[in-house]
């Protein structure tokens, strides 16, 4: 069982910048996609970004192309999501996870191992 470990969420105010990261608890292997997911109150959990084993293709949610970037550490079994610009709207609890199949996915049913959330707020 892979455990993932977010961390960096934060109280910041619009058009300043957090960055979250993921990390699994425990030896797992790095050929797995991993993706980033959020959820704000009252709405469904939406893709935000996701990132291949290798880290050599990325896909994003329109809503945050050009502000928000994914990248693998070195070792590949950590990933960031670097938000930059943030606004009120993105506000929401922040979700790693992973997946073993897929070489990459905004599909939130594909992945297989998820993160217990980190609290991003983005206040006017």
């Known amino acids: 069982q892979v455990q993932l470990i977010e961390s960096g969420g934060g109280l910041v105010r619009a058009g300043e910048s957090l960055r979250l990261s993921c990390a699994p608890s425990g030896r797992t292997p790095t050929t797995y996609a991993m993706g980033w997911f959020r959820r704000a109150p009252g709405k469904e959990r939406e893709f935000v970004a996701g990132i291949s084993w290798t880290g050599g293709s990325t896909d994003y949610n329109d809503s945050v192309k050009g502000r928000f970037t994914i990248s693998r550490g070195s070792a590949r079994n950590t990933v960031y999501l670097q938000m930059n610009s943030l606004k009120p709207e993105d506000t929401a609890v922040y979700y790693c996870?992973?997946?073993?199949?897929?070489?990459?996915?905004?599909?939130?049913?594909?992945?297989?191992?998820w993160g217990q959330g980190t609290q991003v707020t983005v206040s006017s």
């Open positions: 996870a992973a997946d073993r199949v897929n070489p990459i996915t905004a599909q939130s049913s594909d992945y297989d191992y």
